[in-house]
């Protein structure tokens, strides 16, 4: 889309479009003068106001004086004109920033802190760069115009509207240093605490009575039901180090409850929500910090030297709690955080290693923010190795560990028996959606319409609903009409409301037929167990290896389409859903065994340990044990076409 085209006369006066990225009060009383003496047609993400700001809208439109300004209704879940999904444009997009700026400024730094900075900088960019793919799409309707991208300023705009600018656009920032504040006050402050602990002490953690080597992993409330990053916690005999939860996250309260369920399972526990009072820096850390300031080089940006700053005091602060409870393997899952990258280097400096697990089937090869600094990372199959390898990752060692999420059998056959003295079954399976993501509440109403007016065609036929929030539903366009409809097909038997807990495969395995809103995990792991699975593609991942296969009978890109195989797989097509072919590629060993040999790994590791072993080589050796055991040849590493997507496209071209 460019600003010079246009359709219309060369004497019509072109058409000033101007997009807000955040309406602030400074920003809409700027626009709004402006627009005093200037046609202006000014559209703002209507998800993006701030409180007060709204407010003086409503007054505004309520005295007819803000007849210029209009909710954008921008979406990410949207194709472009080849019918791909737009996240695959967001996500070049993001890609050819960092990397440009990288082969500028960094050509001589080691490959890992090169991606460091790329996944700083996605954190910065990513809702930044949906916005900019957000509104081209939405401006290709509006063609005879001057589009004017109004930005909230931050010092990473450099790259959008500078040396790499987003062709087709003019450019204009916010006047909020909100940004650029946050960008500095966040290595600030915590040179600040950590100063603030080194001269008063570090903490007492009183979950930790004693301290000796340790397996640390960080807690989320999952972590106490059927999908658990600790899978493996009854394989292993903890008699020689501790189990330990540490709580970091905003949705883990470290309170009486959570501390005594996780004492309940075997696990000790320390409050990680301000690290920094946990440690024991040393004036060596602070000095190395502050020379961090200069290491980029004259030429540097100011956020880089900020980002050095910020990264080296993390691999202390990190390091030195590590250090103190004699961390020895670390479990994370802030996947998408650049943050990870210190932590895992501080760990090393404490003679641990970071491990890491598969835990979710992605459509597409995510941006660089998706980090895995991981020193052994556990997948589930080829498919997932070969994503890694696609997108690029730091994982020292990558091993295949089998699905870990199970079905819950008795779960299982509980409803099963529900279901039974139907014709046919469904189990139904939604995803979270929203306006800047690849699916939307738009189309999640769409689907659940569809499968209830299904429902309600076909007298003989019972189904399941997994919801993500059956709450939620009333939010969703239509959504009071479909509560009602689901109400009444629950209360004539005809359809069951499932917990969030149970796990997908145990809905699926009790039904003939799963349906899955959008190319969606659930469907897939499910089809690793050997249920039968269709997904809505109303994305559109046409780069998908799914799609390199045209025989597949699996994932449809129109409801109609999705409603034809339903049927067909009710009238007793066996192709329909039919995942056999790939199980081997998602599930490496095709059984339920994963914690077994996850478990046994972790022994393995801890004992090479206690034997005197330096992290490095017990690392290596039981990675090699693990193969030999599990006859995990270089065959299992070998690049193959699953992840490629120029082949997948030309596959499914033909």
Not at 513 to 530: D, I, Q, T, Y
């Amino acid at each position: 889309m460019g600003t010079g085209s246009s359709a219309t006369s060369s004497t019509e006066p072109r058409k000033t479009v101007v997009w807000i990225e955040r309406l602030t009060v400074p920003t809409l009383i700027g626009l709004w003068i402006e627009s005093r003496f200037l046609p202006r047609d000014i559209r703002y993400d209507e998800h993006r106001v701030t409180v007060a700001a709204g407010r003086i809208l409503d007054r505004l439109a309520g005295a007819g004086l803000a007849s210029c300004f209009h909710p954008a209704g921008l979406t990410l879940a949207a194709k472009d004109a080849a019918g791909l999904a737009l996240n695959y444009r967001r996500e070049e997009e993001l890609d050819r920033l960092c990397e440009s700026f990288c082969a500028r400024h960094l050509q001589n730094r080691p490959l890992r802190y090169r991606r460091a900075v790329k996944s700083y900088l996605c954190d910065a960019l990513m809702w930044k760069a949906t916005f900019i793919v957000m509104v081209e799409a939405a401006a290709a309707a509006i063609p005879a115009a001057d589009h004017v991208l109004h930005l909230a300023r931050h010092p990473a705009n450099d790259l959008v509207i500078g040396h790499d600018a987003w062709p087709g656009f003019h450019w204009r920032e916010s006047l909020s240093p909100r940004g650029i504040l946050r960008i500095a006050g966040a290595p600030s402050i915590l040179f600040a605490r950590m100063l603030l602990t080194f001269l008063r002490g570090p903490a007492v953690a009183p979950g930790l009575a004693r301290i000796r080597p340790a397996v640390w992993v960080e807690y989320y409330e999952a972590n106490l039901g059927s999908v658990s990053w600790t899978f493996w916690r009854s394989k292993v005999d903890a008699s020689s180090f501790d189990l330990v939860y540490y709580l970091d996250r905003r949705d883990s309260e470290c309170d009486s409850r959570t501390t005594s369920a996780i004492e309940a399972q075997g696990f000790r526990w320390v409050d990680g929500h301000t690290p920094w009072r946990l440690a024991r820096p040393t004036p060596h850390d602070f000095l190395d910090a502050l020379r961090a300031l200069r290491s980029a080089g004259p030429r540097a940006p100011l956020w880089l030297r900020l980002f050095d700053l910020e990264f080296v005091l993390l691999t202390r602060m990190w390091g030195a709690v590590f250090a103190r409870f004699q961390t020895r393997l670390l479990i994370q899952h802030q996947e998408f955080s650049w943050r990870q990258a210190p932590q895992a280097q501080g760990l090393e400096r404490a003679g641990g290693r970071m491990i890491g697990f598969h835990w979710s089937e992605f459509q597409f090869l995510t941006e660089p923010i998706h980090l895995n600094p991981e020193h052994l990372f556990f997948v589930w199959g080829r498919n997932h190795h070969r994503w890694l390898e696609g997108k690029g990752h730091d994982c020292l060692n990558i091993l295949p560990c089998g699905l870990w999420i199970l079905p819950q059998d008795s779960v299982t056959q509980s409803i099963r028996g529900r279901l039974a003295g139907m014709r046919f079954t469904l189990a139904l399976f939604d995803s979270s959606h929203d306006y800047n993501i690849f699916l939307s509440a738009g189309q999640l109403s769409e689907f659940l319409l569809a499968m209830l007016s299904l429902l309600e065609e076909q007298p003989l036929w019972k189904a399941v609903l997994k919801p993500k929030s059956l709450d939620g539903y009333a939010r969703l366009p239509r959504g009071q009409e479909i509560l009602t409809r689901i109400d009444l097909l629950s209360k004539g038997g005809r359809l069951l409301l499932l917990e969030p807990g149970v796990t997908p495969m145990t809905a699926a395995l009790a039904a003939d037929l799963s349906v899955c809103f959008g190319l969606n995990s659930a469907g897939v792991v499910s089809g690793a167990f050997g249920a039968r699975a269709v997904h809505w593609d109303c994305s559109g991942w046409g780069l998908h290896p799914l799609y390199a296969d045209p025989a597949q009978r699996l994932v449809y890109q129109t409801l109609p389409l999705l409603k034809e195989a339903i049927l067909a797989a009710a009238g007793g097509d066996k192709t329909i859903g039919d995942f056999s072919r790939w199980r081997a590629m998602i599930n490496h060993f095709d059984d339920r065994h994963a914690d077994r040999r996850v478990g046994r790994w972790i022994m393995s590791y801890m004992a090479k340990l206690e034997r005197g072993l330096p992290a490095e080589d017990a690392m290596r050796e039981a990675v090699a044990e693990y193969r030999a055991e599990h006859g995990i040849d270089d065959s299992f590493f070998r690049q193959g076409s699953w992840w490629n997507a120029k082949s997948a496209s030309e596959v499914a071209a033909r």
